[in-house]
């Protein structure tokens, strides 16, 4: 009856701590997490993080600068797929989130790590390759910005913040 009741233990124990992971690994599968707002690094168990300058994303815009209310169309291109995504503005001069998205692509949700719709995250776990979205920049000047993404391509494996060019702030001196 010993071996029973431990063999009953450990199967208890498994099928929680399985549990546990499921529901860990699901609640990514619709959206990055507020906790990555600052660093924009995906909380996963035991992810492997690769270099940003060795991927197979770009950030593009077609504008090199902006001024204030401006909307700004921003593509993410990539030679693969992928599941998750993390998009933000930040201004250059010290690196805070900046700006709105108020167009997105099917499978992208807003997320509000400081302000309204100022970053944008995947909305499920269908593959992702080639994404379109609109950034507003604020009525007030915050000066040049950069677009950073953080992809994941599975669970496991992701880059973080992979950065656009420098798109200045039109009309500064």
């Known amino acids: 009856m010993e071996d029973g009741g431990k063999a009953h ?13 499921v529901s860990y690994a699901a609640a990514f599968s619709q959206g990055a997490s507020l906790s990555a707002c600052t660093d924009m690094m995906p909380r996963h168990l035991r992810v492997q993080l690769h270099s940003s300058s060795n991927n197979y994303i770009t950030v593009h ?16 291109r990539s030679t693969r797929d992928y599941m998750g995504f993390m998009l933000q503005a930040r201004k250059v001069s010290n690196n805070e989130i900046t ?40 009525d007030q000047p915050v000066g040049d910005i950069k677009f950073f993404i953080s992809i ?3 669970y496991f494996v ?16």
């Open 9 to 21: 233990t450990a199967i208890v124990g498994w099928a929680c701590m399985t549990l546990c992971l």
């Open 61 to 76: 815009t077609n504008m090199s600068f902006y001024f204030p209310g401006d909307k700004v169309p921003v593509t993410v």
């Open 99 to 138: 700006g709105t998205f108020i167009v997105l692509p099917p499978g992208s949700k807003l997320l509000t790590c400081f302000e309204d719709g100022d970053t944008v995250t995947h909305s499920d776990k269908s593959l992702k390759r080639n994404l379109s979205f609109v950034w507003k920049a604020p």
């Open 152 to 154: 994941v391509q599975s």
């Open 158 to 173: 992701y880059w973080a913040k992979i950065e656009s060019a420098v798109v200045a702030q039109g009309g500064q001196n």
